[in-house]
């Protein structure tokens, strides 16, 4: 969700004046839009941005057992599921997948849920390869949503349970 979020973009509407640094102003009524793939591949949020490395999302002191996960990183000020992690604090919008703030979807939690347990049934069952005529790194496309641009090839076997 942060290398490939589905959402190409949050859009907001500014209700009064607002001051957004280095003397620019947005006008009561400007549309803002942000967006998350650039946001989810800044260096200066997540160092090697285009590294798979899902520890980022642990909370410290989970990999030694300490429990950890959203709830703790929230605990942390950390934002949800990009705000702490073993890495050391980020900034609490670093992570936008599901929108921030008061307009964030409202049925993230439900859709983490559904999106981990789906995960790990087929990774219990299937053992995933990248095909090897898949290219790499993959080209994307871009619209109201964001994904790769002729699927992802994939070579899947069934997982051998009996050991």
Partial sequence: MRLYPAGSFLVREAREDTQLGRGLVAPKGAYLTLATHALHHDPRLW?????FRPERFMAHGAAAGGGGGQEAEEEQGGGGEGGGGLLGPRHPAAWAAFGMGARMCVGYKLALMVSKATLASLLRRFVFHLHPQQQLPLRTRTGLT?????GVWLAVSKRDLTT
């Fill in 146 to 150: 964001y994904g790769p641009a002729e």
């Fill in 47 to 51: 160092p090697q941005p285009e590294a």
